[in-house]
């Protein structure tokens, strides 16, 4: 970046450079910023903004917050709102044990292809969420693994095992995708639990229990806060599983905007749905960026 | 080594592969087997055939495997390019500026895709803009939602990378665009093609705006993956998930081998 | 007051590192604006360059001249601001104050890449991604060298630097002495007035160190007009390399002279202790080229011409531990200092006639192959002393009695508080001269 660097010899006040102006050459700084900051503006907050608009233009024309109160009146978009929360919260606190206790296993019960699986998990989080409620459907379906274990072994014509469509499925998808949201910063922190430290708890007579909740945790406490922000965020945001379920009587507040602007066409509608989801979303997202920005900050900071 | 009697290790792995293989590789190996299936009644599938294999080599479902190739390869360029354009820009800006822009950039994360799907086609469904029902509404979607990725992975490897090389070259008389095409950039090869990979499984496996946006004639793998469930043709569903997966996962290992051989040069 | 006037100046380029004197870098800088020749001899100068973070100045108005050809070391613990005196003078740090000149062209403003230079650092930073010889291409490519050029000129360096037969491997294959010379190859390839050296042996062996550090000096004689600023912490390296030191400590610049100077008359004592180790008394003149400590009265060669601290007045003796030899125990009277074994008038004279006699008690002693280094106790303070490998060392307790020539002390003014710039004595002080009753 010629700019920056011939601005930053520029800089500071200098008293007796004999009248010599300070040569500065090409564009400045940021100035190289903007072209992609404008091509995200076109694409993206201007959208944003329009569908802001939109949510106070009803169709009848004109602009009102006649869409907003139509909405917050309907019990589907209450039931949406409670069913996305509920469901968030469960699943972050499903993938944090989950998460905590796989990643310990694999860093300090070590076994052989303990690598591999953490290769694995990465290649995990490249495949859609989706992926999982389809395989869901095959496990715990009615007609699937679970059930046919059931109707061999009992003679019986259907299983017992009905929930997927349920928004407990939704949740046992959700915990299954992202736990290795969770897994990877732990692993990471994980890394770098002295292992000194944990050896001389174990010979000062500490059990495993103790050292996990009085070395371990403490250690691992910010990386679990900054992967149950992350989880709470992208599960709040999740679509593909929900829709998979095709359950209709689960509905949150993303499957909500594509109904209401796809099936139902109501435009006004879907926007005050999505504003409000953007809100929420982007507010809790925000608060995960402070934390990991506290929690690694100052480190980058001595590092630069 | 925190457990250290050999029952308690072999307990720790118990109970690790009792919530592990249920919860991570039953799901893919059930796809798996239930694409080469007909019936699934029982414990197991059964009346094994490749019927939906076949199927996946003609029509429909070809084009839909073409259409996401094509969607993801133009999503993840323009995603490198705009993303990675922008961390560099970011690298040299310090305070307030590097701030919004580190905000801006991250902020398609924090939105619900399929928010960003409704916000481009309230956006583009009128003059100025008539993209509604194109190829480029879909592919705009996904550049908008993977950028935010391209972005955070460039930035970090510019973290990471020494400043020490960038002066040396300066101190050698190369002006900052020499110094950039020169050294910056093939120092950062292995993490661009990486960003380059995220990008693309990501794409590939974009749902959620895809469902907003897409015109009859652009249906990505994902639409057409639900199209097949939705009307009850699990099976056919599962083949086409296996292609889905199958694909994501050459890409990556291309660009894997690509990173390799970009370090050992 | 500058070491020009120093008896012990075997330099005739030694120009002044000392503050803002009127004729503060004499000698230096040509017209200004004059571009300097690629190649050409360029020297370096601070002027009164200040470099600040926030609130923290990492560099307070240094003053100093790099002579064309010379090699400076910047010498000082570690935050002294070596560093950032090399870097501002890379451009990499912008000054809050005062101008950095090149070849007597001031470069305060230019961007690292248009000051000519050649610059090692501690990770020698070789491009991963070229081989050696397009590492040491780099630089002419960059310039736009004529194609026909480049490859001779990547031969010369890599010749010069040993390195000739490693052209086409690639960095990570070399070891860390190789990459060494490969960075120097790439730095003189473009053949700059000036080389920076940014603490480039830190990273090798102490037995790779001397080698390259021979091999350095070597490179020196065969480019005899490029200046070199070389930073390290290790005083053998300056020692060894460097026309000339300059001594930093707390970003200000404590010293600057030749090795010689610097050791043998140090003038503060932050000097006296970085460079080589010393004994610093604490001592009250009496006139006449005679101190006091404790008891004991000490002689000091004197000056002429040279006036001392006034009778009453503080000063720092500095001993270096070698120049301390130990008497003969069954000769030294075992007298306890403050008995008044000595009369207060009479300077410190052993039975065998010797001048400058200190006693003390052994704390301690180590033997270091050829010497053994005795601790002892005297007068409030713990000497060092590095005597000869002795037969029978001396026990832990014993009282022992300790001698120096007068013309090894040097006296510092004042306390013992370091970097006091003003009111300096002349540097191979000690004399007592008129003004003493």
């Not at chain 3, 000769?331 to 006639?353: F, L, R």
Request: charged share 15%.
């Amino acid at each position: 970046m010629a700019s920056a660097s011939a601005e930053r010899a520029g800089a500071g006040p200098r008293a007796d450079t004999g009248g010599r102006p300070v040569r500065r050459r090409g564009v400045p700084g940021p100035l190289w910023a903007v072209p992609p900051v404008a091509a995200l503006g076109l694409v993206f907050l201007y959208p944003l903004a329009l569908v802001v608009k939109q949510s106070f233009s009803p169709d009848a024309g004109g602009h009102s917050t006649r869409p907003w109160s139509q909405v917050f009146q309907e019990q589907s978009f209450r039931t949406a709102l409670w069913n996305t929360v509920w469901i968030a919260a469960g699943s972050t606190a499903g993938c944090l044990v989950l998460g905590f206790v796989l990643a310990l296993v694999i860093a300090f019960v070590p076994f052989p292809g303990g690598k591999l699986l953490s290769r694995f998990i990465d290649v995990f989080l490249a495949f859609p969420s989706f992926l999982i409620t389809l395989a869901l459907l095959f496990v715990y379906g009615t007609v699937g693994m679970a059930n046919g274990l059931w109707t061999d072994a009992t003679g019986a014509s259907s299983g017992p095992v009905d929930f997927l469509h349920t928004p407990w499925g939704v949740l046992l998808a959700e915990v299954t995708y992202f736990t290795p949201f969770v897994m990877r910063p732990l692993l990471a922190a994980f890394s770098q639990v002295d292992t000194a430290q944990l050896e001389a708890a174990a010979s000062l007579g500490a059990r495993a229990p103790r050292i996990v909740r009085q070395v371990i945790l403490p250690e691992a406490l910010p990386s679990l806060a900054a992967g149950g922000g992350l989880v709470l965020v992208l599960c709040l945001n999740e679509f593909g599983i929900v829709l998979f379920t095709g359950a209709k009587n689960t509905t949150t507040l993303p499957t909500l905007v594509y109904s209401k602007a796809i099936l139902d066409g109501d435009y006004p509608g879907a926007c005050v749905v999505a504003v409000v989801s953007v809100a929420l979303s982007v507010s809790l997202y925000g608060l995960y960026r402070a934390l990991v920005a506290r929690t690694t900050g100052g480190a980058r900071r001595a590092g630069a | 080594m925190l457990v250290h009697s050999r029952a308690g290790r072999i307990a720790a792995w118990v109970v690790f592969f009792v919530l592990f293989l249920p919860l991570f590789a039953l799901p893919f190996l059930v796809i798996v087997m239930a694409s080469f299936a007909t019936n699934w009644s029982g414990a197991f599938p059964s009346h094994p055939t490749f019927a939906h294999y076949r199927a996946v080599g003609g029509g429909d479902s070809l084009h839909a495997l073409t259409t996401s190739l094509l969607t993801a390869l133009c999503a993840s360029v323009l995603a490198l390019l705009v993303g990675g354009w922008a961390a560099l820009a970011a690298e040299k800006l310090r305070g307030g500026t590097r701030k919004v822009i580190d905000a801006l950039f991250v902020l398609p994360v924090a939105v619900p895709s399929v928010v960003v799907g409704l916000s481009l086609l309230v956006a583009f469904s009128q003059p100025p803009f008539l993209l509604n029902g194109t190829a480029k509404i879909v592919i705009l979607a996904h550049t908008v939602l993977v950028t935010a990725f391209a972005y955070q992975s460039v930035g970090a490897a510019l973290a990471r990378l020494d400043p020490a090389y960038e002066q040396s070259a300066a101190s050698l008389g190369a002006r900052p665009a020499y110094v950039l095409w020169r050294v910056r950039l093939p120092l950062l090869l292995p993490s661009l093609t990486a960003a380059a990979g995220l990008c693309f499984a990501l794409s590939m496996g974009e749902l959620s705006a895809t469902m907003m946006l897409y015109p009859p004639d652009w249906m990505p793998l994902p639409v057409q993956i639900y199209g097949a469930t939705n009307r009850g043709s699990l099976f056919e569903g599962a083949a086409l998930a296996v292609v889905l997966m199958v694909s994501t996962l050459l890409v990556l290992l291309v660009m894997g081998r690509v990173r390799t051989r970009a370090t050992y040069r | 007051m500058t070491r020009t006037g120093s008896a012990t100046s075997d330099d005739p380029a030694a120009t002044p590192g000392t503050p803002t004197g009127p004729d503060a870098g004499k000698g230096s800088a040509p017209a200004p604006g004059s571009a300097p020749a690629p190649g050409s001899a360029s020297g370096i100068r601070f002027d009164h360059v200040t470099v600040s973070y926030g609130a923290t100045t990492v560099l307070d108005a240094l003053d100093l001249t790099v002579e064309p050809g010379e090699v400076m070391a910047l010498l000082g613990p570690s935050g002294s601001g070596k560093t950032t005196a090399l870097r501002a003078v890379a451009g990499f740090v912008t000054p809050a104050a005062g101008r950095v000149l090149i070849g007597g062209r001031d470069v305060t403003g230019l961007p690292p890449y248009k000051r000519g230079i050649g610059m090692v650092v501690q990770q020698y930073a070789l491009f991963p991604h070229l081989r050696v010889e397009q590492n040491v291409a780099f630089g002419l490519r960059a310039n736009r060298t004529p194609r026909a050029e480049v490859g001779p000129r990547v031969a010369a360096a890599l010749e010069m630097t040993g390195m000739a037969d490693y052209a086409r491997r690639y960095p990570r294959e070399l070891s860390g002495g190789q990459q060494q010379r490969v960075a120097i190859a790439r730095a003189l390839a473009i053949r700059p007035g000036v080389l920076l050296l940014d603490e480039p042996l830190s990273a090798l062996d102490a037995q790779l160190r001397s080698g390259m550090l021979a091999e350095l000096a070597r490179l020196h004689r065969e480019l005899p007009d490029v200046s070199i600023l070389y930073v390290t912490h290790d005083q053998i390296e300056a020692l060894t390399l460097a026309d000339r030191i300059a001594v930093l400590d707390q970003a200000r610049l404590q010293d600057c002279g030749t090795p010689h100077e610097l050791y043998r008359t140090p003038r503060t004592a932050f000097t006296a202790g970085f460079v080589g180790s010393a004994n610093l008394l604490r001592v009250r003149a009496e006139g006449h080229g005679v101190f006091r400590l404790g008891t004991a009265a000490l002689r000091v060669a004197e000056h002429p011409g040279v006036p001392g601290p006034a009778p009453g007045a503080e000063a720092t003796m500095c001993l270096r531990p070698h120049v301390l030899r130990q008497l003969a125990s069954e000769d030294a009277p075992d007298a306890t200092p403050g008995t008044g074994g000595y009369p207060d008038t009479d300077p410190g004279i052993g039975p065998a006639g010797e001048v400058n006699v200190l006693h003390g008690t052994v704390t301690g002693v180590q033997w270091r192959g050829h010497t053994h280094r005795l601790l002892v106790e005297a007068y409030g303070h713990e000497l060092r002393a590095d005597v000869g490998d002795l037969r029978q060392p001396p026990a832990v307790g014993a009282r022992i009695a300790l001698a120096f020539d007068p013309q090894d002390a040097v006296l510092l003014p004042g306390g013992l508080t370091a970097g006091a710039a003003d009111g300096r004595t002349a540097p191979a002080a000690g004399g007592a001269g008129d003004g003493v009753g």
